[in-house]
């Protein structure tokens, strides 16, 4: 029998999933059906479980609806009662729904395949909203020498790096109080949707730093741009996007799939 796994999002037509998770079940010659669903905004949960009651397995969550999934999990993984946030829903044995984060060790796992300094580093983290909280765990896990977080509203960096300070050396402040050079800057606001970019300082880029932005694009986004400008290597976050769809996959299926050759299809389609 074909297992049913799907997407949530509003709106979701965009979304890649279902083409990397089909290229996933290639690798393996496993059955499965992958799909996007569009659950209205204020129906997620009952979503679910329409999805459950067809013989859904698993699903990947993106936005609105995160913070909805972590709300709607029977169980939760340590990661995503840190994050807040839940990106992957899996069906147990036993009827209930577990609840995890893939969004964080897809990006590192994404950095590490682009040779991005982390331990020892200092790293800039752009952004204070799910996205960004997602993702500090498992970046202070690789043990840099500081992290800070900038964010426009400079309140919200202070709180989210208080809420990381017992995992490792955290700061955070608005725009204007980024102090120094930093070997990695991640690039998690949404300035890039919009064409635009953060107010950065212009020596913000150690030698060798490397700039990521979590969104991609046929085109480098304003943020990549501006750093190639000055010096930086520069990846987007179409890597992350695979990285955390192989993770998801692992908890499904326990098994791990390959995600070089997935980057070079979908780089290849774009």
């Known amino acids: 029998m074909t297992d049913r796994y799907c997407v949530f999002g509003h709106p979701v037509g965009h979304s890649r999933s279902p083409r990397i ?6 690798q393996f010659g496993d059955d499965i059906a992958y799909e996007a669903i569009e659950a209205p905004v204020d129906g997620f949960a009952e979503a679910w479980r329409d999805f459950l009651a067809h013989g859904g397995k698993g699903a990947n969550v993106t936005v609105p609806f995160k913070e909805d999934a972590f709300r709607l999990a029977d169980v939760l993984s340590p990661r995503a009662q840190r994050a807040g946030a839940v990106n992957t829903l899996v069906l147990g044995k036993q009827g209930d729904t577990y609840g995890d984060t893939t969004d964080g060790v897809g990006l590192v796992r994404d950095l ?8 020892g580093a200092r790293i800039l983290v752009l952004g204070a909203g799910g996205a960004v909280r997602g993702v500090i765990e498992p970046l202070l896990a690789a043990q840099p020498a500081v992290l800070m977080i900038a964010n426009r509203t400079s309140g919200k960096a ?5 809420d990381f300070a017992d995992l490792g050396e955290t700061t955070g402040g608005g725009f204007d109080e980024i102090v120094g050079t930093f070997d990695l800057v991640v ?16 020596d913000l880029f150690a030698d060798a730093a490397l700039a990521y932005d979590m969104m991609y694009g046929v085109e480098p986004t304003v943020f990549l741009r501006w750093a190639a400008e000055r010096g930086a290597r520069t990846v987007d976050g179409l890597g992350m996007l695979i990285e955390q769809a ?16 997935i980057r070079e299809l979908l780089r290849g389609e774009m």
């Open 21 to 26: 998770h089909a290229a996933f079940a290639e």
């Open 112 to 119: 590490q395949a682009h040779a991005a300094p982390l331990e």
């Open 158 to 162: 202070h709180q989210l790096a208080a």
């Open 187 to 202: 690039n998690g606001t949404s300035a890039s949707l919009g064409g635009d970019l953060p107010p950065l300082p212009d």
């Open 246 to 261: 192989a993770e998801s996959y692992f908890l499904w299926r326990n098994r791990r799939p390959e995600t070089a050759p």
